[in-house]
């Protein structure tokens, strides 16, 4: 059979063939890092001031806010471009050429540059927010979760390269800036910023504090715990954890100027988190990654030693006037709660024999004929002559 010569168009249900867009380079990852450093450096500033010499704001042209947005318009800026650079795999650059991990990062950056605006208009008109007003304004928080997708943009490059080595330090150090955007709103909550340990739990009055006390390691536990098992959950990775519970106490302590007690504190929650890393990553070494109950485990270890940590930080800077009942049961809760997290995030086990198959219905014109002789079929009857009658 010849061919008829004539070219046939694909169909419009024919999906169009993704284009090939060549993955983050480690040193485009690395530059991604450094500009989303100077946006959350900014944020700090930003914090600092809303803090500490809120008199003295008067709109939103401040140089809190310059630092700020000069960060989130480097960063943005560098997104964009690595999707240019790439513009002859994709013609649709702005759309289809962002690396792995990138284009939701753009989203991120779209969504801020908005945010900003809606900030810039909240403060012109109602003014400069203080305390809970500023942790829950809505322009604040819509600037907060875009800057989350923005700065980790190299976590997601990470986790889609696989690699290790220096890919990694860019992977943790984006995980650490995104959830250091949070804590700028999350302060009124923070265990790195509370002194209840250190007060004797007995009227109706203190025990409300130690309440909120225990709230705030709980809270700090969910932010701290969940993100670090997203990581965890593809590998183990020396100094993740230290380096998120790190990054969240710098900036708590920078927005409140180091208050000594808080620092010490902040240094034990540091520590027990560094050792959390030493005894997950020589778990891994002996139990494996497919090891039964491993983020749960790792989650346990992680929210424990963080609290411990931290207590022990506050008992050495100013003592701890809780009982000790209700210090070691935050201890345990955290724990708990970090197992939990850690269950959530596990992924399920496959069956031994995987899901019940439902075998296809039989094409009839397949089944074979029965064997033996053919059946007998009487002769038809013939039907009875009109009646002439009728």
Same mark, same amino acid.
């Given at each position: 059979m010849t061919s008829s010569g004539v070219r046939h168009e694909a169909s419009p249900s024919t999906p169009a063939a993704v284009p090939r867009v060549p993955p983050a380079t480690r040193r485009e990852d690395l530059v991604t890092v450094l500009f989303g450093a100077c946006l959350t450096a900014g944020a700090m500033s930003d914090g600092w001031a809303h803090s500490n010499i809120v008199e003295s704001i008067e709109g939103f042209f401040t140089p809190w806010h310059g630092l700020l947005y000069a960060g989130f318009v480097a960063t943005a800026a560098w997104t964009f471009w690595l999707a240019y650079q790439r513009r002859d795999a994709a013609p649709r650059w702005w759309r289809d050429a962002f690396p792995a991990g990138y284009r939701v990062g753009a989203i991120g950056a779209v969504a801020f540059l908005f945010a900003g605006l809606a900030d810039m208009a909240w403060h012109e008109i109602l003014g400069v927010e203080v305390g809970l007003d500023a942790e829950f304004s809505p322009s604040h928080l819509l600037l907060d979760a875009s800057a989350v997708l923005l700065l980790t943009s190299p976590l997601r490059s990470w986790w889609a390269s696989g690699e290790r080595g220096g890919r990694s330090a860019t992977g943790v150090a984006s995980l650490a800036l995104g959830v250091m955007a949070p804590s700028i709103l999350l302060t009124y909550a923070s265990a790195f910023l509370t002194l209840a340990p250190t007060r004797a739990i007995g009227a109706v009055g203190t025990q409300q504090a130690a309440i909120l006390g225990v709230d705030a390691y709980l809270i700090t536990t969910l932010v701290l715990v969940g993100p670090f098992l997203l990581a965890h959950r593809r590998r183990a990775t020396p100094g993740a954890a230290a380096t998120l519970a790190a990054g969240v106490a710098l900036f708590d302590m920078v927005m409140h100027e180091f208050p000594t007690p808080q620092a010490w504190a902040a240094l034990g929650a540091v520590? #027990?988190? @560094?050792?959390?890393?030493?005894?997950? $990553?020589?778990?891994?070494? &002996?139990? @494996?990654? #497919?090891?039964?109950?491993?983020?749960? &485990?790792? #989650?346990?270890?992680?929210?424990?030693? $963080?609290?411990? *940590?931290?207590?022990?930080?506050? =008992?050495?800077?100013?003592?701890? *006037?809780?009982?000790?009942?209700?210090?070691? #049961?935050?201890?345990?809760?955290?724990?708990? $709660?970090?197992?939990?997290? *850690? @269950?959530?995030? =596990?992924?399920?086990?496959p069956t031994p024999d995987g899901p019940a198959r439902i075998p296809p219905p039989a094409d009839p014109a397949r089944i074979p004929a029965p064997a033996g002789p053919a059946p007998v079929v009487a002769d038809p009857v013939p039907p009875a002559p009109a009646d002439p009658g009728r």
């Open positions: 520590c #027990g988190a @560094g050792l959390a890393d030493v005894l997950l $990553l020589r778990l891994d070494a &002996i139990r @494996g990654r #497919g090891a039964a109950l491993r983020l749960p &485990i790792a #989650g346990a270890l992680l929210a424990g030693l $963080l609290v411990a *940590g931290h207590l022990a930080g506050l =008992a050495l800077a100013a003592g701890i *006037g809780w009982t000790p009942e209700v210090t070691t #049961g935050v201890v345990t809760l955290a724990a708990l $709660l970090g197992a939990l997290l *850690g @269950g959530l995030a =596990a992924r399920p086990a």
